[in-house]
């Protein structure tokens, strides 16, 4: 049976995945993984040793390779070319009068895909926006509403104790949080 990992990506995602191929992999790795419609870059968070039974709704995909010299330009370019997407992607939310805040931008490592993080305090009707995106990225886009806990764990922080958020670096699933008076 092929070894289990957990791999990280950009904004604290983290995922696992099969090492079907064998690769020598150690931890802190960039290696390139199979995902649903192409392929994406991560860092080997850990190597699953022990076994684990995994919710029925997560099936880990394909780790493919271990990252080369090509692989961390693309990285490289793609970091860049999130950064210079600021700039178009608030002025289409401006133009189109949303009431949204732009979060995060990820490119797919293979650019099939390019993701627009939002917040936003209603629902928001962004099928305009996403066919202008579209005409200018010429890629596959996808908007995906996060909340303010989300926020939090993409951009990362301290918190009042001085450690990095618990939401960024240990919390896996956020529970409600209730009030009581």
């Not at 995906?144 to 918190?159: M, S, T």
Request: charged share 30%; hydrophobic share 35%.
């Amino acid at each position: 049976m092929s070894d289990l990992f957990l791999v990280g990506f950009k904004g604290n995602r983290k995922e696992y995945y099969y090492n079907n191929f064998h690769h020598s992999l150690n931890q802190g790795d960039l290696v390139i993984v199979q995902v649903d419609r192409g392929e994406d870059c991560g860092n080997i968070l850990q190597h699953v040793q022990k076994k684990i039974t995994l919710p029925e709704d997560i099936t880990p995909s394909t780790i493919l390779r271990p990252a080369n010299d090509e692989d961390r330009a693309i990285l490289d370019e793609n970091r860049i070319a999130e950064d210079d997407a600021w700039p178009t992607a608030t002025k289409l939310i401006d133009k189109h009068e949303l009431e949204m805040k732009l979060v995060d931008i990820e490119y797919q490592h293979d650019k099939n895909k390019v993701t627009f993080f939002f917040t936003a305090d209603h629902r928001v009707d962004f099928r305009a926006l996403v066919r202008d995106l579209a005409s200018e990225y010429k890629t596959r886009i996808e908007l995906r509403q996060i909340g303010v806990r989300d926020e939090a764990k993409r951009i990362g922080g301290f918190g009042i104790c001085g450690l990095p958020q618990c939401c960024a670096s240990f919390l896996q699933k956020f529970e409600p949080i209730c009030r009581v008076l």
